[in-house]
């Protein structure tokens, strides 16, 4: 059973700064990750979906890395703004692929 | 089109009320699903449609009746609903024949059993 986790939880952060959110999975069998961002109450903002055979994808100031075999992504924002903060949510896509399984999220707060 | 539309936004029913949430979307994708989120935590699957069939039922009570009449439109109906059955109902989407494909999700509809 495919189990995704968040680390770290919460994550305060000066504006400018350069961050790093870490999702870990326990089987390597994905098929993509995609990167979610939620803002509160809200429903699921896709940011970045990487496909298994990818080692990166970028969006702006946003850039996502897979490393399959070692069962880790990263969501890397760069010159982090005030409006980025957000719950960030990664969720892998294995096994019967109508399942996608969600990790715990990381609550970035950016402070001006 | 590359949205997923709900509505309502926000439902406030009593526990012996019948009501309906409504997903739509029209980018042609075949599998669509619905999730349960309560506070703070990740999104919980609980249906999937698949080509207007129910493939996956998550062990979900049968106060919630899902239905996908088309290919474009996706309900949920609720019945009887207990206090503890409030929070945020998200709809998603995504492409069946492509494991590949990301999920898009909908803005979701906040309910409040009272």
């Known amino acids: 059973k495919q189990e995704v986790t968040q680390i770290p939880a919460a994550l305060s952060v000066p504006e400018g700064e350069n961050l790093v959110l870490n999702c870990s999975f326990t089987?390597?069998?994905?098929?993509?990750l995609q990167w979610f961002r939620q803002d509160p109450g809200k429903g699921l903002t896709s940011l970045l979906l990487i496909q298994s055979s990818q080692r990166e994808q970028t969006s702006g100031r946003l850039n996502a890395s897979l490393d399959k075999s070692s069962g880790r992504s990263t969501l890397y924002i760069a010159a982090s703004q005030p409006g980025d903060s957000a719950t960030y949510l990664c969720?892998?896509?294995?096994?019967?692929?109508?399942?996608?399984?969600f990790g715990t999220g990381t609550k970035l707060q950016v402070i001006p | 089109d590359t949205e997923v539309t709900q509505t309502p936004k926000h439902l406030v029913m009593g526990m012996t009320n019948k009501k309906s949430l409504k997903c739509e979307q029209h980018m042609g994708h075949r599998a669509m699903y619905w999730y349960k989120q309560k506070a703070k935590k990740p999104p919980e699957l609980m249906f999937v449609y698949s080509y207007e069939k129910l493939s996956i039922n998550e062990s979900v009570p049968s106060r919630f009746s899902p239905e996908c009449p088309n290919s474009s439109l996706l309900n949920l109906h609720l019945h009887a609903l207990q206090p503890e059955d409030s929070a945020l109902y998200l709809c998603?989407?995504?492409?069946?024949?492509?494991?590949?494909?990301?999920?898009?999700f909908g803005s979701g509809t906040r309910l409040t059993v009272v």
């Open positions: 969720a892998a896509r294995s096994g019967g692929y109508q399942k996608v399984t």
């Open positions: 089987d390597s069998a994905i098929y993509n």
């Open positions: 998603a989407s995504s492409q069946e024949d492509a494991p590949r494909g990301g999920y898009t």
